[in-house]
């Protein structure tokens, strides 16, 4: 029996003698990070530059938008600017047709004072009789 104490003793002082020098190896793993494999760089650089093809994809989009709804509003401002100009036609037309002293005449100058012409007056009253 005394050579199992003998040899359990042993194991137990070459286990505590092993056990502190992996604590000390896995703390200094811990502490060191190795540097990026060349391949990770890689993938960071060209993740890198698919962000910047798509925010370059997304900016020339909203330029195209902007450019878009610029249009559209300068095509609506035309598009104004025509039927103003269609019922000023109009509104002339109907000044030289329209009897002065009949109850529309009366009516219409009666109308007009508030404005500053006639042609204005007539270019409002045929808007809102469309």
Do not use: C, H
Request: net charge negative; no cysteine.
């Amino acid at each position: 029996m005394d050579s199992i104490d003998q040899l359990l003793a042993q194991l137990q002082t070459e286990y505590k003698e092993v056990q502190p020098e992996q604590q000390s190896k896995s703390t200094t793993a811990k502490s060191f990070t190795p540097p990026l494999p060349k391949s990770a760089s890689l993938i960071d650089n060209l993740l890198a530059e698919v962000q910047a093809d798509f925010a370059q994809k997304d900016a020339a989009i909203e330029l195209k938008r902007q450019q878009e709804l610029e249009q559209e509003l300068i095509q609506q401002e035309q598009l104004k600017a025509k039927k103003l100009e269609a019922l000023k036609v109009q509104a002339k037309e109907w000044l030289a047709k329209v009897d002065p002293l009949s109850s529309e005449g009366l009516w219409f100058e009666r109308f007009a004072e508030s404005y500053s012409s006639k042609l204005n007056a007539a270019i409002e009253y045929l808007r809102n009789n469309e």
